[in-house]
């Protein structure tokens, strides 16, 4: 089935550790992005990747790293992650411009 | 700054129709979108408006003013499966998406 996945679907990590979730897409989409889902706030973005091999920072990079070797994979990588970052975390792609993005299914992370 | 306003909350009845508005100030605006969300799912895409006036999708209609900064989603007939949050986002001059907090819709019976 088409679409975008993520893994894993929910994570309890330790403060300090590091931790990288997984996307994976195979729509052949140019565009991919992180984001983060927090309550009563929207939708903020991590990261983004107009094209495999680029990316580029959102509204709250910090802490957070990302790569783009090819089309269909970008990571995301807590380096040490903090309380503050317990989330749920949504990958998305499209084909960039005007088009509807496609989310993943959520990462659920808890940094205690 | 960049902004989008929705309520936070609505609750309609079923059957009803009900309108969740969405006003923006952003950097450039390249078109407005709508997607609903389920508790504890992912949103999925209802609808994108770059023209001013009424987009007509079978129950729901979006509509789009961009000299008022506004846009609002129009759901008719409604069923208790539409209880779910609707969330609008603006794509940007950079044609990044800026996202509101979202609205979420309580239908009773």
């Known amino acids: 089935i088409a679409g975008i996945t993520q893994a894993p679907t929910s994570q309890i990590l330790a403060a300090g550790r590091r931790m990288t979730l997984r996307c994976t897409q195979d729509?052949?989409?140019?565009?991919m992005y992180w984001y983060r889902q927090d309550l009563g706030l929207g939708l903020r973005l991590i990261h983004y990747?107009?094209?495999?091999?680029?990316?580029g920072k959102g509204e709250v990079p910090d802490g957070y790293s990302v790569s783009r070797a090819n089309t269909d994979d970008f990571p995301l990588t807590l380096a040490s992650a903090v309380p503050s970052q317990t989330s749920v975390y949504f990958c998305?792609?499209?084909?960039?411009?005007?088009?509807?993005?496609?989310f993943g299914q959520g990462t659920r992370l808890t940094v205690v | 700054g960049q902004n989008i306003d929705q309520p936070t909350e609505m609750t309609a009845t079923e059957g009803a129709i009900v309108q969740i508005n969405c006003t923006y100030q952003?950097?450039?605006?390249?078109?407005l979108f709508w997607y609903q969300q389920h508790a504890g799912e992912a949103p999925t895409f209802l609808s994108y408006n770059v023209l001013d006036g009424l987009e007509e999708k079978g129950r729901f209609s979006s509509f789009l003013s961009r000299s008022k900064g506004y846009s609002y989603l129009l759901l008719k007939e409604l069923q208790m499966k539409d209880s779910a949050s609707y969330l609008c986002a603006v794509l940007d001059s950079n044609y990044q998406l800026i996202w509101g907090a979202g609205t979420k819709l309580i239908i009773k019976p």
């Open positions: 729509m052949r989409h140019n565009a």
């Open positions: 952003t950097s450039g605006f390249n078109g």
């Open positions: 998305a792609s499209s084909d960039g411009g005007r088009t509807e993005a496609f």
């Open positions: 990747s107009n094209t495999a091999g680029t990316t």
